[in-house]
């Protein structure tokens, strides 16, 4: 082998290792994602305080799977799951902060 | 060292003073606080809303109340209301006083029930009981018939009660819970608009107090440009703040209006009234 067609191999490796990694999220990871969303919206819609941002997040994110763009669809659900959490932390956090609101 | 122990525990004993504070306590201090912020707004004008605050907005208001907008859905509303149903029966028949004069009653704890009653739900409750369909919630129908019996009732006081029963206590409560609870991705209140920054501008609009809110519902709402309930501007003021708006007429709107209405009583009732 020369080094020439060495080479070319060895490149021709590299962006195959290479280009699984990048491939990045696969239906898979979207699917768990948005799962994962879902359940923390959900969980914030029974402490009674969703926000009216995460449902069109989910949407959204539901939507970039279906066009196989599942990097995007990954970040979405991702945000929407934040969202989810940070409005259940909120409903347990008012469960004692409201009072130091009252007027007395 | 003290200082920081002597803060805990005044904070202890101000949160164990909320949870026994009567709601007649609760009332005072909101009518005081506001008097005592708005020193200039005469005691029975707070049903103004917005308007109780800002003399060239009010002007202009007393103008469109000459010919006012809610005129149509009032006569709509009083042509509903006696019209019988199928069976004959009319909504006369399930109302105290035939539902003439009530407003100020509404909402109501229902010991029976077990539940509080606003007068949207019961204008329903009488229709599903005579056999006829449940009407939507928010706009249409329903606040036309309530525009129409809260005008029979003009002039009359509210006099919300909390009757002896810890069910009751219990759904006052969670109103009041629901008013001072910062909500949506906003992380706003009903207090932080309607108290804390009553009369600051936001955006397009000046902040209305909370006192007094619910004396004129429903509303004709120019935005709107129809009759709307007080839901239904629950419901807006939910999605301002990024928060999703709870169903119409659900267990935590009724409580949060039985606060509300608790809060104003003593004010007049002087629906339905205008707004931009």
């Not at chain 2, 103008?63 to 005129?71: A, N, S, V």
């Not at chain 2, 109501?108 to 369909?133: P, Q």
């Not at chain 2, 429903?218 to 999605?239: E, I, Q």
Request: include cysteine; charge should be neutral.
């Amino acid at each position: 082998m020369n080094i020439r067609k060495q080479a070319s191999v060895s490149v021709a490796v590299l962006l195959l290792a290479t280009g699984t990694a990048l491939a990045g999220a696969g239906t898979a990871d979207a699917d768990a994602a948005i799962a994962a969303a879902e359940a923390a919206r959900k969980a914030a819609a029974e402490a009674k305080f969703e926000w009216n941002t995460t449902a069109p997040l989910i949407e959204e994110a539901k939507a970039a799977a279906a066009a196989g763009d599942f990097d995007k669809a990954v970040d979405l659900a991702t945000k929407a799951k934040f969202q989810g959490d940070a409005a259940v932390a909120q409903a347990k956090h008012e469960a004692e902060a409201w009072k130091g609101a009252v007027i007395r | 060292m003290m200082k920081r122990l002597c803060i805990g525990l005044v904070c202890i004993l101000m949160a164990a003073g909320v949870v026994s504070a009567a709601p007649e306590d609760d009332r005072q201090a909101f009518v005081n606080y506001f008097q005592k912020r708005f020193p200039n707004v005469g005691a029975d004008a707070w049903v103004n809303g917005v308007y109780a605050l800002d003399k060239a907005s009010y002007e202009q208001w007393v103008q469109i109340e000459e010919f006012p907008p809610y005129e149509l859905a009032l006569g709509e509303g009083e042509e509903l209301f006696n019209t019988p149903f199928a069976n004959g029966k009319t909504y006369a028949d399930c109302f105290p006083n035939g539902g003439v004069g009530i407003r100020q009653t509404y909402p109501y704890f229902d010991t029976g029930l077990g539940e509080v009653v606003t007068l949207e739900l019961a204008i329903n409750n009488c229709r599903v009981k005579n056999g006829e369909e449940p009407l939507g919630y928010k706009k249409g129908k329903i606040a036309a018939l309530s525009g129409y019996m809260a005008y029979t009732s003009r002039g009359k006081v509210f006099d919300i009660e909390i009757p002896d029963d810890p069910r009751a206590m219990a759904a006052y409560e969670n109103g009041k819970k629901f008013y001072y609870s910062k909500r949506g991705q906003l992380n706003f209140s009903c207090a932080d608009c309607h108290v804390t920054n009553a009369g600051m501008q936001v955006r397009a609009d000046k902040l209305s107090p909370a006192l007094g809110h619910p004396t004129h519902f429903p509303v004709y709402r120019s935005k709107w440009g129809a009759m709307g309930t007080l839901h239904r501007r629950f419901d807006g003021c939910n999605k301002q703040v990024r928060a999703k708006p709870l169903p119409a007429q659900g267990d935590e709107y009724r409580n949060l209006e039985y606060f509300m209405t608790y809060m104003s009583n003593g004010l007049e009732v002087n629906g339905p009234g205008a707004r931009k």
